[in-house]
C-alpha cells in the first residue's frame, strides 16, 4: 500500500511562518510535521509515499530528497500555483497511488497527532468505499465536520482528523481540476460508501502560529515529565 502526504497548500494563516516555507516543513520539537507522518508511516511498513507540491515544494525536496536517508521511497506530484484542494490533488496523485493497489491512505501534512497508521494498513475496503479517522471537536471546530458512520441517531458531529483511506474508485468519476474533499465524503457517508473511526489519542491541526507555540510548549513539557 502506498500514502499520500497533502504538503500543497499556501498557509496564508501560518504568516509569516510560511512565507518561504511550505507548513508541513514548520516545526514541532525540532522536527519538521512531515517528518513525523513519514516516521509512522515507514513504522507501519507503508515506505512508498507520494507528497504533492505547490508552495515552496522546492524546500520539502531538498529536505527529503527521494526518501532514502528516512528509510522510504518518495516521488513528488507536483500542482499549479494555488494547488487543486484536497480531492483534486489526490485526484492528480491517483497515478502515482495506485500502480499496484487499488487503496492508499491519505493524510494531512499539517496536523500532529501520534495515529497509529497500521490500523489503516490492515483495513480492506470494497470498490469505491473510504475510512475516515474523526476526532474530538477542538475549539476551532466546535461544530464538527461529521457523524460516525454507525450512529442510529446523528446527531453528535466530529472532526476529521485529516487521515483517511480510500479505494481509488471512490474518485473514479471525478474530473481532474480543483475538486473540494469535504462534498464528496459527504455524500459518501449518505450512500453509505464511508465508513468512520473515532480516534480519542493526540491530535492538533496546526492552523495558525499560536497553535504551532502551543503543540510546541506541550512537547516540551511532555519531554521534561
Known sequence: MKAMILAAGRGKRMMPLTE???????????QPLLAYHIARLKAAGIID?????????????EHFADGRDFG???QYCHEQEGGLE???????????????????IVINGDIFTDYDVSALNQLQLNAGEAHLVLVENPPHNEEGDFCLAHQV???QKYTFSGIGLYNKVFFEKQAAGVVALGPLLRNGLTAG????????????????PQRLL???????LNNVG
Open 49 to 61: 509515499i507520494v507528497i504533492n507540491l505547490a508552495w515552496c515544494g522546492e524546500v520539502i525536496i
Open 86 to 104: 484536497t480531492a483534486g490533488g489526490i485526484i492528480n496523485a491517483l497515478p502515482y497511488l495506485t500502480e499496484h493497489h487499488e487503496e492508499f
Open 153 to 155: 441517531v446523528n446527531t
Open 214 to 220: 502551543d503543540i510546541n510548549a506541550q512537547q516540551e
Open 20 to 30: 518561504k516555507l511550505p507548513k508541513p516543513m514548520l516545526k514541532v520539537h525540532g
Open 72 to 74: 522510504v521511497n518518495i
Open 193 to 208: 460508501v464511508v465508513s468512520t473511526e473515532l480516534y480519542l489519542g493526540q491530535w492538533s491541526d496546526i492552523g495558525t
